[in-house]
């Protein structure tokens, strides 16, 4: 593959690497690590790219692979997965920055408890606000089940929290 062609590639897709990269790691440095890794890695292998059918599905797997090999290795430092920006807050009062964080809690441990297709349906709906393509793209689930998908997490982390309250 020309230079040209996959600097073409690159920039076509970055887009969605990168919301993909975020929705799992959840850190901005990192999913721009992640997608800049992925992309060196494709620049290495660029004379098999000729062979691809769909460069957005190989450019998000590609990515995906990567974020799922730097959690392997955070978690192997016990590093924290997932903690939450103080920055969120702002100004916030006290008994508000509390009760976000109960709230946040309380909506993580509920996903969770949701099967693991529809947590990453979910998180790449909400947190890294993929449309229902580029959804069934990542997952590997037709357009339809996507959908389906979604609205079962939904329905389901709904009820979930009803039932708490």
Known sequence: MATD???HLVLTHYGSMYRVAYSILRDSDDAQDAVQ???ASMWARRSLLGDVGNYESFCVKAVKNRC???LRARASRAEPVDSFPDEAYGSAS???EVEAR???SLVKSLVEQLPPLQQEVLRLRSEADCDLQEIAAITGVTHENARTLLSRARRRLKDLYNNIK
């Open 102 to 104: 109960d709230t946040l």
């Open 94 to 96: 006290p008994d508000t």
């Open 5 to 7: 062609n996959f600097k």
């Open 37 to 39: 890794d992925a992309v």
């Open 68 to 70: 799922i090999d730097m």
